[in-house]
T-cell receptor
Framework: AQSVTQPDIHITVSEGASLELRCNYS??????LFWYVQSPGQGLQLLLK??????LVQGIKGFEAEFKRSQSSFNLRKPSVHWSDAAEYFC?????????????FGAGTQVVVTP | NAGVTQTPKFRILKIGQSMTLQCTQD?????MYWYRQDPGMGLKLIYY???????DKGEVPNGYNVSRSTTEDFPLRLELAAPSQTSVYFC??????????????FGAGSRLTVL
């Protein structure tokens, strides 16, 4: 069965500092990987996705993520965070032909940005 | 360009009451989903549909029912509400087929409290 682990429940980062959110997955084949962001009181917005090809993917809002097959990881990074990046971030995995769109989500990482 | 619209945004129910969460999308997506979000648990799939007249259970279907009479609408019915159904509910949709079926567009969510 597929699963997603986000080891960090909560991260505090200073504005302007770099941010890295960890995501590890368990999956029988090459997965489709996603990062979503949820601002307070809002729905989930897709930040970026990995299907195949270049293992470094660029997303919206200056985020990027790197797929490392050997480590079963898909970590999200941003070089310099802004106060508006305070939100909850979810890693998700999906993709087999019998599970199109039925994503498995991690528990989420809450990001707090301090001045 | 509304995307995925959910109503109501907030609702308080008494134990044993029933209600329907409405979801409609205007993107002509074939696939639709209902997820629930509980603190520290990420999102769990309740039900999904691959097209009008076709629905199937997800990971946590007990206590819920769905129907899909049109491409646009995918209501979620709660029968005999219980405190365990206190949660935030998200409807989502995606296009049919291939890797794109994994790219979900989410509604803004419906916060339900059962007392």
């Amino acid at each position: 069965a597929q699963s997603v682990t986000q080891p960090d429940i909560h991260i505090t980062v200073s504005e302007g500092a770099s941010l890295e959110l960890r995501c590890n997955y368990s999956y029988g084949a090459t997965p489709y990987l996603f990062w979503y962001v949820q601002s307070p009181g809002q729905g989930l917005q897709l930040l970026l996705k990995y299907f195949s090809g270049d293992t470094l993917v660029q997303g919206i809002k200056g985020f990027e993520a790197e797929f490392k097959r050997s480590q079963s990881s898909f970590n999200l990074r941003k070089p310099s965070v802004h106060w508006s990046d305070a939100a909850e971030y979810f890693c998700a995995v999906g993709g087999t032909t019998d599970s199109w769109g039925k994503l498995q989500f991690g528990a989420g990482t809450q990001v707090v940005v301090t001045p | 360009n509304a995307g995925v619209t959910q109503t109501p945004k907030f609702r308080i129910l008494k134990i044993g009451q029933s209600m329907t969460l409405q979801c409609t999308q205007d993107m002509n997506h074939n696939y639709m989903y209902w997820y629930r979000q509980d603190p520290g648990m990420g999102l769990k799939l309740i039900y999904y549909s691959v097209g009008a007249g076709i629905t199937d259970k997800g990971e946590v279907p007990n206590g819920y029912n769905v129907s899909r009479s049109t491409t646009e609408d995918f209501p979620l019915r709660l029968e005999l509400a219980a405190p365990s159904q206190t949660s935030v509910y998200f409807c989502a949709s995606s296009p049919r087929g291939g890797s794109g079926a994994n790219v979900l567009t989410f509604g803004a969510g419906s916060r339900l409290t059962v007392l």
